[in-house]
């Protein structure tokens, strides 16, 4: 019996999307496809890899056999790639990136393109989620997210630093008042954003005497969607909290208007993250330079 780097990869996929249509989401494929592969695997294996039922889906014995050996081969051939890739002077082979709906959309996206253009050799995936990617869990290259992640294998890099403020257009604002201070967003349409665990509704300001304070704002709309909240926002539906770098041209232009600027509380930074190795890449050692100076030179 003899496997390819497909199978091992698909065992990996597995087990750590948790289910066949997690796996499929993240590789951009369908369950059914997912299940069909699975399967022909355990026939010409010849045992069941997973336990899977509408409630279960795990490892049988023998597929937690299988899977301790796959992650240790992939290591060593990603290494291998690795340390080949990063001594070569043609970047080349596949990047997989992922980055946040709006600013990936609008910032990332042509970036990316550039370096396809300068790079012809590098395939590149190009992911787009309000969800939050994980390098590991989502088998990335490099993920750009907003806030620095916990796991300590990971290493970072700033790309850039803003501030978070409230904003509404100037219709908005003339129909239901500006409001002067945090308490008054008692009385507004507050567009918040969703996550798993429910809305991020406390909004936090900064008073004169230093002292910090949440403000639990309320509205009829709400989603995971930080481009959908942007929507949202510039078409009049209610007040919302954006970063600066999402809504700067909005504010130059007047189609947004900022409000509450004395009480803006805190900072937020955007990073771009991979996992730590002996040898990076060099596609990915390149990709990340390009996009740190794109953003330096905005």
């Not at 699975?38 to 049988?60: K, N, P, V």
């Not at 995936?125 to 490099?142: E, K, N, P, R, Y």
């Not at 796991?151 to 409230?166: E, K, T, Y």
């Amino acid at each position: 019996m003899s496997f390819d780097l497909a199978d091992l990869r698909l065992i990996r996929q597995l087990v750590d999307a948790g289910s066949l249509s997690e796996a499929a989401r993240r590789v951009q494929s369908s369950p059914a496809v997912m299940s069909r592969r699975l399967s022909a695997l355990e026939t010409r294996l010849g045992t069941r890899l997973f336990h899977r039922s509408s409630r279960q889906f795990m490892l049988t014995q023998e597929g937690a056999m299988l899977h301790e050996r796959a992650l240790a081969v992939l290591e060593s051939v990603a290494e291998i790639e690795a340390e080949i890739a990063a001594v070569g002077t043609v970047p080349q082979g596949l990047l997989r990136i992922g980055a946040p709906m709006q600013i990936g959309r609008r910032r990332i996206a042509p970036v990316v393109g550039d370096f396809a253009r300068q790079y012809p050799e590098v395939a590149i995936q190009l992911m787009l989620s309000d969800t939050g990617f994980s390098v590991i869990d989502d088998a990335l290259d490099v993920a750009v997210r907003a806030g620095l992640p916990d796991d300590p294998d990971i290493v970072v890099r700033r790309l850039l630093s803003s501030r978070r403020l409230i904003c509404a257009t100037p219709e908005y604002l003339a129909r239901h008042g500006t409001p002067r201070v945090p308490e008054d967003l008692l009385r507004h349409n507050c567009i918040r954003l969703m996550r798993r665990r429910g809305a991020f509704d406390p909004w936090l300001f900064k008073y004169a005497n230093g002292e910090i304070r949440s403000v639990q704002v309320s509205g009829p709309l709400m989603a995971a969607s930080g481009e959908v909240m942007y929507d949202w926002i510039v078409q009049g539906r209610g007040i919302g909290q954006k970063a600066l770098w999402d809504v700067e041209e909005d504010l130059r232009v007047g189609r947004l208007v900022e409000c509450l600027a004395d009480y803006a509380c805190h900072d937020i930074s955007l990073y771009a993250t991979w996992r730590a190795r002996p040898h990076l890449p060099l596609r990915l050692r390149k990709f990340i330079d390009y996009l740190a100076q794109a953003f330096e030179a905005t």
